[in-house]
């Protein structure tokens, strides 16, 4: 298999390429918004604004994408252009972002994933399980990230609340954060995030009634974890057709 990197001078790109090299896996190329000739893990990295072109001429067997959601889009469209699978672990899409991945994914093969680790995967499971088993119980959840993340909450907790609610087969009131006089409502759901380090990812969900608690904690030790991930996807994703899919969804095919 060989790949193409987006972003690659980025947190997630560099440990993109890393995981890529550790594996022999095959970089095409890779490029970031400012790519200025310098070199990744032995990569040179180009300007983003020769994506297409270098798709064209390469042709990788999948695109790893890293980045922020407009750049994503765009190099989806330029994938569906060029009929080049895409993976991409950008999060914080809004619903026209998500539309445009979408419409991308009529023409090659679009897979979205908020968090690749396997873990969190069976963190989302018996999230699932607990909330089912103990539907008085009340909920809060509490995500923390590097001090770089952008969007809040995570894509991971934004995943966790819709598992929830489900398990709760109803939407609840999603509270960020307390502040003043702020009494608790039956239905609510509390939502915490932090900013702070260099801290990976870490996802914490908290049962508490009936004179009791449990807590269901998911914490990433490296970035690795994501890439190795991202990279188990893209070899998937490779032998499907055009389709829009989503990591959590195929993560037990891998």
């Known amino acids: 298999m060989n790949v193409a990197v987006t972003g690659a001078t980025g947190r997630m790109g560099r440990t993109v390429l890393e995981v890529a090299r ?12 400012n790519g200025d000739g310098q070199h ?43 009929g080049v699978p895409l ?21 090659t093969p679009i897979l979205v994933g908020a968090n690749f680790s396997r873990g969190v995967q069976a963190l989302l499971d018996a999230v699932e399980s607990a909330v089912t088993d103990l539907p008085e119980y009340d909920v809060e959840l509490m995500e923390t990230h590097h001090n770089g993340k952008r969007d809040a909450p995570s894509g991971t907790a934004k995943i966790l609340l819709d598992r929830i609610e489900e398990a709760r087969e109803g939407e609840s009131d999603r509270v960020h954060g307390r502040e003043g006089e702020a009494p608790r409502d039956e239905d609510e759901i509390g939502v915490h995030a932090r900013r702070a ?58």
């Open 197 to 254: 380090g260099d801290i990976t990812g870490e996802h914490e969900v908290l049962l508490a009634g009936n004179h009791e608690s449990l807590e269901l904690t998911h914490r990433a030790g490296s970035r690795s974890v994501f890439a190795e991930g991202a990279l188990d996807a893209a070899a998937w994703l490779r032998e499907q057709s055009a389709d829009y899919y989503r990591f959590e969804t195929i993560a037990s095919q891998l």
């Open 22 to 33: 550790e594996r022999g896996i095959d970089v095409a190329f890779a490029v970031n918004r």
């Open 40 to 82: 990744v893990e032995g990569v040179p990295v180009q300007p983003a604004s020769e994506f297409e072109a270098l798709l064209t001429a390469e042709r990788p067997d999948a695109v790893v994408d890293f980045t922020g959601p407009e750049s994503a889009v765009e190099y989806a469209r330029a994938c569906a252009e060029t």
């Open 87 to 107: 993976v991409t672990g950008t999060t914080g899409f809004s619903e026209a972002d998500i539309a445009a991945l979408e419409e991308a994914a009529t023409e």
